[in-house]
C-alpha cells in the first residue's frame, strides 16, 4: 500500500489519478490532496478519498473549506507555505507533482530533500530549475517517474536497456488545433478556439500552450534533465493520432516507440504502480481504428514557441526559467483575449532579450529571474497595448 500525496488533485491530472487510485484501492491511499482555487470540488475529493490533510492554496478560501469538512476527520490548512511543507509529512510514499506552472517548483523541491518519490506532472520544475533539481535527486537518492505520456514512454523505451547510449530521443507533438494553418491564420484565433484540442483533455494553461507549441518546448527542455540527453539529440515529431508517445533511437540505429491510446490514466498508473504493470479497465488501443500513423516536421517558423524554447535550452542558466516566466504571463493575457495568438512570442522574445542571464544560478536566483521576467514581460505587454 502507497500513501499519495496529489499536489493539483483538482486539475485534470489530479483527477484523473484519483480515478486510477479508486481503480486500485487495494495499492493506494490518498494521504494529501491540494488545490488552488476548487474548494467545492476539493472538498468533495476529500469527503471520498479520506485523506489526512488538505490544502487550499487560496487562503481566502479556508473557511469555506474548513465549513465544509466540518464533520470529516481531516486536517484544513491553506496558503502556498502549507502546501510546501505538507509534502514532508513522513507518512507520504510518493508525492504526485499535479499543478501547473512556476508554483509546482518549492513543493518539489521540499518533497525531495524529504525523501519522497516523485511521480512528475508538473513539467515547470525541471524547465525552470532543472540542473538544480537533478542535483537535489541525486544528492538525496530519490526517484522521478515522469507522468506526461511523452516522458513516460521515452522512460518506457528505456528500461532494460541499462546503459546503452541513446543516439536520439523522438518527442512527438499532435501538432495542436492549429497544426498546418499559416502565421497569417494564428494573428486572429481566438482563446476558445485554441481549448479546442483535437486528442487531450487538459487545463487551460497546457491547452494553450500545446496549440503554441510551447508545451513541446517544455518537454524538450524536461527530457534533457530526466534522460541526461544534449538538445541536439532531441527531435520534436508532429503526429496528430497521438498514439506513439514518443520514441528512442539507439546508437545501432534501432529505434523503440511506446504506443497506447491518448489516455492520461496510462502513464499516471505507470508512474504509481513502477516497476509492475497492473491490470487496468482503459481501452486497448484497436489499429483498425488507429491504421494510419503519420508523422511530420515541426513549423518552428510558423510556431515561434518552440523555437524559443530551444534557443533556452541551448543557452541554459536561468534562461528557461525567464521563458516560463514570461509564457505564464503571455497566456494569462490570452485566456483573457487581451493579447493575440501571435504576439505571444513576440513579447516572450523581447523578455528573454531584456532579463539579467545567469550562467549557474542558485534557486535565489532563479526566485529572482522568475519575478524580473514576469515584471518585464507585464511591462513588454502594457508597451505593445499602448501601440495597438
Aim: proline share 4%; hydrophobic share 40%.
Amino acid at each position: 500500500m502507497k500513501n499519495i500525496a496529489i499536489l493539483g488533485s483538482t486539475g485534470s491530472i489530479g483527477t484523473q489519478t484519483l480515478q486510477v487510485i479508486d481503480a486500485n484501492p487495494e495499492r493506494f491511499n490518498v494521504e494529501v490532496l491540494t488545490a488552488n482555487n476548487q474548494v467545492e470540488l476539493l472538498a468533495r475529493q476529500a469527503r471520498k478519498f479520506k485523506p489526512n490533510m488538505v490544502v487550499i492554496g487560496n487562503e481566502s478560501k479556508y473557511s469555506e473549506l474548513t465549513e465544509l469538512l466540518k464533520d470529516e476527520d481531516i486536517k484544513v490548512y491553506a496558503g502556498s507555505e502549507a502546501i510546501a511543507q505538507v509534502v514532508q509529512t513522513s507518512t507520504i510514499d510518493v508525492v504526485v507533482t499535479a499543478m501547473v506552472g512556476y508554483s509546482g517548483l518549492l513543493p518539489t523541491i521540499n518533497a525531495i530533500k524529504a525523501g519522497k518519490t516523485i511521480a512528475l506532472a508538473n513539467k515547470e520544475t525541471l524547465v525552470v530549475a532543472g540542473d538544480l533539481i537533478n542535483r537535489l535527486v541525486e544528492e538525496y537518492k530519490v526517484g522521478i517517474l515522469p507522468v506526461d505520456s511523452e516522458h513516460s514512454a521515452i522512460f518506457q523505451c528505456l528500461v532494460g536497456e541499462h546503459n546503452n547510449p541513446v543516439e536520439k530521443i523522438l518527442l512527438t507533438a499532435s501538432g495542436g488545433p492549429f497544426r498546418g494553418r499559416d502565421y497569417e491564420y494564428l494573428k486572429s484565433v481566438t482563446a476558445a478556439q485554441a481549448l479546442k484540442h483535437p486528442n487531450w483533455s487538459m487545463g487551460a494553461k497546457v491547452t494553450i500552450d500545446s496549440a503554441s507549441m510551447m508545451n513541446k518546448g517544455f518537454e524538450a527542455i524536461e527530457a534533457k534533465w530526466l534522460f541526461g540527453v544534449k538538445p541536439s539529440q532531441i527531435e520534436v515529431l508532429v503526429h496528430p493520432q497521438s498514439v506513439v508517445h514518443s520514441m528512442v533511437q539507439f546508437q545501432d540505429g534501432n529505434i523503440k516507440a511506446q504506443l497506447g491510446v491518448p489516455d492520461m490514466r496510462l502513464p499516471i498508473q505507470y508512474a504509481l504502480t513502477y516497476p509492475e504493470r497492473v491490470h487496468s479497465e482503459i481501452p486497448r488501443l484497436d489499429f483498425g481504428i488507429y491504421s494510419d500513423l503519420t508523422f511530420e516536421k515541426p513549423d518552428i517558423t510558423t510556431f515561434r514557441n518552440l523555437g524559443l524554447a530551444y534557443e533556452a535550452m541551448n543557452r541554459g542558466g536561468n534562461a528557461p526559467c525567464v521563458l516560463n516566466a514570461a509564457n505564464e504571463i503571455m497566456v494569462a493575457a490570452f485566456l483573457k483575449d487581451e493579447i493575440s495568438f501571435t504576439a505571444m512570442s513576440d513579447v516572450i522574445e523581447r523578455t528573454m532579450e531584456k532579463v539579467s542571464y545567469i550562467v549557474q544560478p542558485t534557486l535565489e536566483d532563479y526566485i529572482v529571474s522568475d519575478q524580473e521576467g514576469r515584471r518585464i514581460a507585464k511591462e513588454e505587454f502594457l508597451n505593445l497595448k499602448s501601440k495597438i
